[in-house]
């Protein structure tokens, strides 16, 4: 691929990333709608995407260290929002998983977040908005086939 034409793209995305945090996802107004540290709702959005995983798993993904994965997830324990369970092939393994009281907390949270996005590109006309739906129905899909 040509050299040019990746950077480019590369200085797009990263403009286009600048953009969306300014002006539709401060990670600081979304951080707002939960009522726990950042790091917990890492590991619950983690398993949201990911299903049940070892605490491994969720710690390498995350850039967590193993001893700071287990008082997160003992205080999502406490909280009912995650649940340990050993793995049957090898009693060594621990995975976690969301709980109904996990799902549930997420999607709550999910649906307030989306009513956010909704209200602050409400502003748009018909026409950008059906400019950026094709735009981001695209982009999802090409995003998706990074390896």
């Known amino acids: 691929m040509n050299t040019i034409k990746l950077n480019k793209i590369s200085q797009d995305l990263y403009d286009l990333f600048l953009s969306l945090h300014t002006k539709i996802i401060d990670p600081n107004e979304m951080m707002k709608n939960f009522t726990i540290p950042p790091s917990h709702v890492k590991v619950i959005l983690y398993l949201r995407h990911n299903g049940t995983s070892s605490i ?13 994965m287990t008082p997160i997830i003992d205080r999502l324990i406490d909280k009912n929002i995650v649940k340990r ?12 998983e969301l709980t109904d009281k996990g799902h549930q907390f997420i999607k709550n949270k999910e649906k307030k977040i989306k009513n956010s996005l ?30």
């Open 56 to 68: 491994s798993q969720i710690a390498k993904s995350l850039i967590i260290s193993k001893p700071n």
């Open 118 to 147: 909704q209200k602050k590109i409400s502003s748009l006309q018909e026409e950008d908005l059906e400019i950026l739906n094709n735009h981001i129905t695209s982009m999802t899909n090409i995003i998706l086939k990074i390896k």
């Open 85 to 96: 369970s050993y793995d049957p092939n090898d009693r060594r393994i621990i995975n976690i």
